[in-house]
């Protein structure tokens, strides 16, 4: 059975912190790792991850994927308000299938 | 730009009660999917089409039911209602173009069943 877990389920921090979110897979068939970010409604793309060691950045996020200890992490740097949301990874498992994982729901304080 | 519209937004059904969640695209995506929210889980597939006129079962594809008639639409079917099937329900769709394609999400219909 193919398996997407992510760590921690939720976690509570300050502007200005730095928050590192986890995510790890067991599945048979890989293709791609993609992080969404999902507010009120709609999942909303933020990376897509297909080579081990390549770093995507876009502005204060940046992921990272290793493909050899079959994990990814999500680092939000420089904290804000509106980064308070559940953050969900996603494994493509062909047929461009995704298998999502529970999510991690971060908050951020003012 | 309207994307992946999905209607209603909000919907409380009666146990045995039957309806279906539409979905469309705009952006002619051959590949679309239903999924399914549970409080505190993440997403899962129900049923995935390829193309018109292809559907196949994702993971969690007991009491629903779907058809591809058109690229644009693919609405989903609940015929019997059942208090399991209280979810948020989202359709997405993704381009066949290009092999690094994210699936773009719709906004969600709500969905209990008392």
């Known amino acids: 059975e193919d398996k997407v877990v992510q760590s921690p389920l939720s976690l509570v921090v300050h502007e200005g912190d730095t928050v590192t979110l986890n995510c790890s897979y067991e599945v048979t068939n890989f293709r791609s790792l993609l992080w969404y970010k999902q507010e009120k409604k709609a999942p909303t793309f933020l990376f897509m991850l297909t080579s081990s060691g390549i770093e995507k950045k876009s502005g204060r996020l940046s992921s990272i994927l290793d493909k050899k200890e079959l994990f990814s992490i999500l680092n939000i740097t420089a904290t804000q308000t509106g980064d308070s949301a559940v953050y969900l990874c996603a494994v493509d498992l062909g047929d461009y299938k995704l298998s999502f994982g529970a999510g991690t729901t971060v908050t951020v304080r003012a | 730009n309207a994307g992946v519209t999905q209607t209603p937004k909000f919907r409380i059904l009666k146990i045995g009660q039957s309806m279906t969640l539409q979905c469309t695209q705009d952006?002619?995506?051959?590949?679309m999917y239903w999924y399914r929210q549970d409080p505190g889980m993440g997403l899962k597939l129900i049923y995935y089409?390829?193309?018109?006129?292809?559907?196949d079962k994702g993971e969690v594809p007991n009491g629903y039911n779907v058809s591809r008639s058109t690229t644009e639409d693919f609405p989903l079917r609940l015929e019997l209602a059942a208090p399991s099937q209280t979810s948020v329900y989202f359709c997405a769709s993704r381009s066949r173009q290009g092999g690094n394609q994210p699936q773009h999400f719709g906004d969600g219909t709500r969905l209990s069943i008392l």
């Open positions: 952006m002619n995506h051959n590949y």
């Open positions: 089409s390829v193309g018109a006129g292809i559907t």
